[in-house]
């Protein structure tokens, strides 16, 4: 029987069970600690990288699927059986008293920062404590999991914001409606990163500062665990697939298609035009060919090109649709196509071509009100743990009785310093900044979130949209 019919019959799923969410060598580590040890306290932080703030996103997709679940005596079992064959040693009795003691919850408190904050990188962005003085070696045994729950979804969530920040940068500049923000940046991503929960954690990320997706898994996400029905929106739009069924001398009646099957007043059609020649397609054919039946049909026509400079090729495209279908000058005095065409640039985008294409459209006089951007590789997959340079450390543990210090500081990289003792993230002069638990009082911003199997806080999507917009 197959790993799969195991599964559905209720046999426990091995890529489900926390006790093996780990690195190998983990499993020894409960051996390692000093004498006495009763308290393990770690905390995770962007230690800088690419971009100087962050957007703290995912922890509660992790809690909800993963801790606010018990461990049972089969996942026990499996785990003892993994660690003999594999060549590391296995605490069984730290994961029974576990099960006994909890009815396998696990015994932890974790605080964090309101997902959606702006943090300034090189500050605590979540603590993580055993309750229990049995388990000191299980803050460290939730490290590569509860690592991974953050820096992917923080990273991407950080990406997206940055690319918003430019757009807005841009419509303030060029345009005379910033709200059409919510819609400039459309996800791509689904096909290329490296499987479903990747895309619905990197998916969802994205959403927190953008409503247009056409990654299904991340609005699922967002519904499954942020309680926002409807958090992304898409329109029809076309692949060359489609229009290249229709053959190089039928080009024309499939962007009539197009109009026929999607048109209709207010509404958005996209259509993918580079599949032969795009700049006959621009002129000839939509410019043309369909011109009347394109202002007729009262929606907007998104011309996407596809291939070729991404830097050059969407503007000149904008160009050659105001040739033929007119333009306004806007309060700002920057041309805004007719309304019932704009352009979508999908190819080759990244945070840099954003900037480089909204600044070569407004050196030519148009507004950014005129294109709109699909990201796929370079929001979702090209970004890494080292992007911000994440890292999850402890800080302090009670040995003995005492909590002492704890941390690191290599000679050869002063840049991978841990910080000392525990923490606290609080707001001096309007800014974050990270201090002694000790000296916050009451200013601590961090929250505990989960305490021994219970979720002790339950965002929802638009709070965390609210804080991300404030902050911009």
């Known amino acids: ?36 040890t009763r308290y393990v306290y770690s905390y995770i932080e962007s230690r800088g990288g690419k971009w100087d703030r962050t957007v703290f996103f995912g922890l509660q997709m992790f809690l909800k699927e993963y801790l606010c679940t018990p461990i049972t005596r089969e996942m026990i079992d499996e785990a003892e059986s993994f660690w003999r064959a594999h060549g590391e040693p296995f605490y069984r009795a730290g994961w029974d008293h576990i099960l006994q003691e909890y009815d396998g919850y696990l015994p932890v408190e974790i605080k964090a920062a309101p997902e959606g904050e702006i943090i300034p990188t090189g500050n605590v962005l979540l603590t993580i404590v055993n309750t229990d003085p049995e388990c000191y070696w299980l803050t460290s045994a939730l490290e590569t999991a509860l690592l991974r729950a953050v820096w992917y979804p923080t990273t991407v969530a950080t990406n997206s914001w940055h690319c918003k920040q430019i757009i807005l940068q841009y419509l303030d500049l060029t345009s005379d409606d910033r709200e059409q923000v919510a819609f400039k940046l459309h996800d791509f991503g689904a096909r290329g990163v490296s499987s479903l929960e990747s895309a619905a954690i990197g998916g969802v990320a994205h959403l927190v500062n953008f409503s247009g997706t056409d990654t299904v898994s991340g609005v699922l996400a967002a519904r499954t665990y942020y309680n926002e029905d409807m958090a992304g929106f898409s329109i029809p739009a076309a692949e060359h697939s489609t229009m290249t069924a229709w053959g190089r001398d039928g080009e024309a009646a499939a962007y009539r298609n197009m109009i026929h099957q999607f048109g209709g007043e207010g509404k958005l059609v996209a259509v993918v035009s580079d599949s032969y020649d795009l700049f006959n397609a621009v002129d000839k054919i939509w410019g043309e060919e369909l011109r009347q039946e394109v202002i007729d049909s009262g929606a907007t026509i998104v011309v996407r090109p596809d291939s070729g400079d991404p830097a050059v090729v969407p503007v000149q495209c904008v160009e050659h649709l105001g040739e033929k279908f007119g333009y306004s000058l806007n309060g700002k005095g920057y041309k805004v196509l007719a309304p019932c065409v704009r352009v979508i640039q999908g190819d080759g985008i990244t945070i840099d071509t954003i900037g480089l294409i909204l600044r070569n459209l407004a050196d030519n006089g148009w507004a950014a009100d005129n294109i709109a951007f699909g990201m796929g590789g370079g929001l979702l ?80 999507f638009a709070e965390i949209r609210e804080r991300a917009a404030s902050s911009a």
């Open 1 to 36: 029987m197959n790993r799969t019919n195991e599964v559905v019959m209720g046999a426990q799923d091995p890529m489900r069970n926390i006790l093996l969410n780990v690195d190998s060598y983990k499993a020894s580590h409960a051996f390692q600690y000093p004498p006495e």
């Open 381 to 460: 997959q090209q970004l890494n743990r080292d992007t911000l340079k994440f890292a999850m450390k402890c800080s302090a543990a009670q040995i003995g009785g005492q909590w002492v210090d704890v941390y690191k500081d290599p000679i050869t990289d002063h840049a991978k310093h841990s910080k000392r003792g525990r923490l606290a993230l609080v707001r001096e002069n309007g800014k974050y900044v990270t201090v002694a638990a000790d000296d916050a009082g009451d200013r601590d911003v961090l929250i505990p979130v989960y305490r021994n199997g219970k979720l002790l806080c339950d965002w929802t």
